[in-house]
């Protein structure tokens, strides 16, 4: 990021391509939509080299960008909101559309077929239970598990404290097992509460 500051103009593709797949993935995750996540994940760069020159090391330069992104997601969950926009992506996955690469890499790996309708199908539990979370738990449990940052930088990125963000978890961790619970019990999915 020192070398983006001082205007390289490789120094910043390579940022980008370094963290552009991550970033893309997490946003997808916080604002449940591959193609708006991308157009985000844009954006978020674009804030990054906009704002290279004030620029100062102090944290880990992921902390930072998340602290950016974050911005960047949670207006965009706003604007959706006073929209009215809504998520028309097929939530039941009962049709069984399969990325064909993915089903390729499926095959090849030699999964059994119940194994695979397994693993997509805990898969598909978990996401609606990380839906049915608070935007703010929501939004901590997926830079703990997925992009791993400690409560510190969590803390940083969320600007709270390490200890809000610590009750902030342990909260999330008891109203997913909530949720989790009938599944894993009796095979129930998580139900939407829309209204």
Do not use: C
Not at 2 to 21: K, T
Not at 154 to 183: F, H
Request: without cysteine; glycine residues 6%.
């Amino acid at each position: 990021m020192l070398r983006v500051r001082a205007n390289d103009a490789e120094a910043f593709a390579e940022l980008v391509q370094r963290h552009q797949q991550r970033l893309i993935a997490w946003m997808t995750h916080v604002v449940g939509r591959r193609d708006l996540a991308e157009d985000l994940a844009q954006d978020v760069f674009l804030r990054i080299y906009k704002a290279r020159g004030r620029y100062v090391p102090g944290s880990k330069f992921s902390t930072w960008m998340y602290t950016i992104a974050r911005n960047v997601a949670l207006g965009a969950l706003r604007s959706r909101a006073r929209n009215k926009e809504f998520n028309l992506v097929a939530q039941d996955s009962g049709a069984g559309e399969v990325n064909p690469l993915a089903a390729q890499a499926l095959a090849a790996s030699g999964l059994m077929p119940t194994r695979q309708l397994a693993t997509a199908e805990l898969g598909e539990v978990v996401r609606l239970a990380v839906s049915e979370l608070s935007e703010r738990q929501r939004m901590a449990v997926l830079l703990n598990k997925f992009e791993h940052l400690s409560y510190e930088e969590i803390a940083e990125v969320m600007e709270m404290t390490p200890a809000a963000i610590k009750s902030l978890l342990t909260r999330a961790r008891a109203n997913l097992r909530e949720v989790l619970a009938p599944y894993l019990r009796q095979g129930l999915f998580p139900t939407r509460d829309d209204g």
